[in-house]
């Protein structure tokens, strides 16, 4: 149901956005100094207010819902929903720290839209949302090391870094027309099969909301889009992908298995962004550049260099994510020898990239 309901708001909302912008003058903006962008179109890059006000707008009246209900109260067709209200209700602190942190991503990414912001002054603005979720909300990982390596600290950096990560992995491969929110449509959709297998209400919502809101965007954004995200779209993104990879519960304890390769599904699901984000900062570091300067040196870019078309290009990456996605989800019901399997199988997946990438030199040749 609530896939649906946000794809509507989205879709609709991205309208009425890309409507005003096109009146206001918002456009893609031109380079910071030193950075490298495709050719400027006059396109609007304000679809991240759709996205953003698809997911927040509708959790906040979910909250709000919640907060004002009693199991007596109910209207009967929500009173199958009674016996889950008081867990509903303990959730309500933490939802709101995740609809303020991502807004405040929200408008940091809008801010740099309209005038590019330094990289190391938007890396400090990104850790707030996580630092406030890993304190006091207990969202954190490897929890389970908190009795063995000196208390929570180390769970809290972990914690911090892992949406560092997949917050700019996600910024980072918004460069193409349909990229990135055809790979977080991917990904959310593997993350929400597996807690409604699990049973975690909460985290599906917001992993519904989010699916439903990047496939709305996508109506504007595939290609040749009408529209870009910008990075108030990419960094929300990626935002919700972290807190809802930190908040599942990968291994289920009645299963007499000790599966604690589970908790790498994550990992697995976002290997291709994952994978971006490694290779095009280690390109960049190799030419004595910043990682943090924008280039045209991305996973997509090298698939267009070695001859593919920009929808092609999109389209095998996309293609790949679902690949790795639906090893992640069999990670989290795999045995130890099926887990290995997996593994296996996603390391040869990026490792044949890695060396076709290696061997091929621009236009498709073998080097």
Same mark, same amino acid.
């Given at each position: 149901?609530?896939?649906?309901?946000?794809?509507?708001?989205?879709?609709? /909302?991205?309208?009425?956005?890309?409507?005003?912008?096109?009146?206001?003058? &918002?456009?893609?903006?031109?380079?910071?100094?030193?950075?490298?962008?495709?050719?400027?179109?006059?396109? $609007?890059?304000?679809?991240?207010?759709?996205?953003?006000?698809?997911?927040?707008?509708?959790?906040?009246?979910?909250?709000?819902?919640?907060? /004002?209900? %009693?199991?007596?109260?109910?209207?009967?067709?929500? *009173?199958?929903?009674? *016996?889950?209200?008081?867990?509903?209700?303990?959730?309500?602190?933490?939802?709101?720290?995740?609809? /303020?942190?991502?807004?405040?991503?929200?408008?940091?990414?809008?801010?740099? %839209?309209?005038?590019?912001?330094?990289?190391?002054?938007?890396?400090?603005?990104?850790?707030?949302?996580?630092?406030?979720?890993?304190?006091?909300? %207990?969202?954190?990982?490897?929890?389970?090391?908190?009795?063995?390596?000196?208390?929570?600290?180390?769970?809290?950096?972990?914690?911090?870094?892992?949406?560092?990560?997949?917050?700019?992995?996600?910024?980072?491969?918004?460069?193409?027309?349909?990229?990135?929110?055809?790979?977080?449509?991917?990904?959310?959709?593997?993350?929400?099969?597996?807690?409604?297998?699990?049973?975690?209400?909460?985290? !599906?919502?917001?992993?519904?909301?989010?699916?439903?809101?990047?496939?709305? =965007?996508?109506? +504007?954004?595939?290609? $040749?889009?009408?529209?870009?995200?910008?990075?108030?779209?990419?960094?929300?993104?990626? #935002?919700?992908?972290? =807190?809802?990879?930190?908040?599942?519960?990968?291994?289920?304890?009645?299963?007499?298995?000790?599966?604690?390769?589970?908790?790498?599904?994550?990992?697995?699901?976002? /290997?291709?962004?994952? #994978?971006?984000?490694?290779?095009?900062?280690?390109?960049?570091?190799?030419?004595?550049?910043?990682?943090?300067?924008? %280039?045209?040196?991305?996973?997509?870019?090298?698939?267009?260099?070695?001859?593919?078309?920009?929808?092609?290009?999109?389209?095998?990456?996309?293609?790949?994510?679902?690949?790795?996605?639906?090893?992640?989800?069999?990670?989290?019901?795999?045995?130890? +020898?099926?887990?290995?399997?997996?593994? &296996?199988?996603?390391?040869?997946?990026?490792?044949?990239?890695?060396?076709?990438?290696?061997?091929? *030199?621009?236009? !498709?040749?073998?080097?």
């Amino acid at each position: 149901m609530l896939v649906p309901v946000s794809f509507v708001l989205s879709w609709a /909302a991205c309208g009425i956005v890309r409507f005003v912008s096109l009146r206001a003058g &918002a456009m893609d903006t031109a380079p910071m100094p030193g950075q490298i962008k495709e050719a400027s179109r006059p396109v $609007p890059n304000t679809g991240g207010i759709g996205i953003a006000l698809s997911v927040f707008g509708l959790l906040a009246a979910g909250l709000i819902a919640i907060s /004002a209900s %009693d199991r007596d109260s109910l209207p009967r067709w929500a *009173e199958p929903a009674g *016996e889950h209200l008081a867990g509903m209700k303990s959730m309500l602190g933490m939802g709101w720290a995740v609809v /303020a942190g991502g807004v405040w991503l929200h408008v940091l990414g809008l801010i740099d %839209d309209r005038r590019p912001l330094g990289p190391f002054l938007k890396l400090a603005w990104m850790v707030a949302p996580p630092l406030l979720l890993a304190v006091f909300f %207990d969202t954190r990982l490897l929890t389970l090391l908190d009795d063995r390596v000196g208390g929570v600290w180390l769970s809290i950096a972990v914690t911090v870094f892992w949406f560092l990560a997949v917050t700019n992995a996600m910024n980072f491969i918004d460069n193409m027309d349909g990229l990135c929110a055809g790979v977080a449509s991917v990904a959310g959709a593997m993350f929400l099969a597996a807690v409604l297998i699990g049973g975690q209400w909460f985290v !599906g919502a917001v992993l519904a909301l989010l699916v439903g809101a990047c496939v709305g =965007f996508l109506v +504007w954004n595939r290609p $040749p889009a009408r529209m870009f995200m910008g990075d108030g779209g990419s960094l929300v993104i990626g #935002y919700l992908l972290a =807190f809802a990879t930190t908040r599942t519960t990968y291994i289920d304890p009645q299963t007499p298995v000790n599966a604690w390769y589970a908790v790498l599904m994550p990992v697995v699901v976002l /290997a291709v962004p994952l #994978y971006d984000l490694v290779s095009v900062t280690a390109i960049r570091l190799s030419q004595g550049k910043s990682p943090f300067i924008g %280039d045209l040196q991305h996973f997509s870019h090298r698939l267009v260099n070695r001859g593919l078309s920009r929808r092609a290009a999109v389209a095998v990456i996309v293609a790949l994510s679902a690949a790795s996605g639906i090893s992640g989800l069999l990670l989290t019901r795999a045995n130890a +020898w099926q887990a290995v399997a997996i593994a &296996a199988q996603v390391a040869l997946l990026l490792s044949v990239l890695a060396v076709f990438e290696h061997r091929t *030199e621009r236009g !498709g040749r073998l080097g």
